[in-house]
């Protein structure tokens, strides 16, 4: 599967972006998928992971309660919304697909990546 990573930008303090991820390829449906991010000198860390079948959806600590993870298997998308940014939230974020479909935490479960999408929010 290949997966295409887009709606970065620049943004203030407080205000919001959306995030979409579309996937090429067949069984979309089947695979979990996960938001990473990347800040400039730091390890990637996991945004926010979601099952195949988005009966359950997961989240980093330093996002909860201001971003959304969601899925359209009918498109071949998932999205984040992502409100009340801080400045440190930017950073680059990927998208990611784990083909056993649980949406895991951690980085290994994640065998395909888009190319990632820089978000920047100014203070």
């Known amino acids: 599967v290949q997966l295409q990573a887009s709606g970065g930008g620049l943004v203030q303090t407080g205000g919001s972006l959306r995030l979409s991820c579309a996937a090429s390829?067949?069984?979309?449906?089947?695979?979990?998928m996960a938001w990473f991010r990347q800040a400039p000198g730091k390890e990637r860390e996991l945004v926010s992971a979601?099952?195949?079948?988005?009966?359950?959806?997961l989240y980093g600590d330093p996002v909860t309660g201001r971003f959304t993870m969601s899925r359209d298997n009918a498109k071949n998308t998932v999205y984040l919304q992502m409100n009340s940014l801080k400045p440190e939230d930017t950073a680059v974020y990927y998208c990611?697909?784990?083909?056993?479909?649980?949406?895991?935490?951690?980085?290994?479960?994640?065998?395909?990546w888009g190319q990632g999408t820089l978000v920047t929010v100014s203070s």
């Open positions: 990611a697909a784990d083909p056993r479909g649980y949406g895991r935490t951690w980085r290994s479960s994640y065998e395909f």
């Open positions: 390829g067949p069984n979309f449906s089947s695979y979990g």
């Open positions: 979601i099952r195949r079948s988005a009966e359950r959806t």
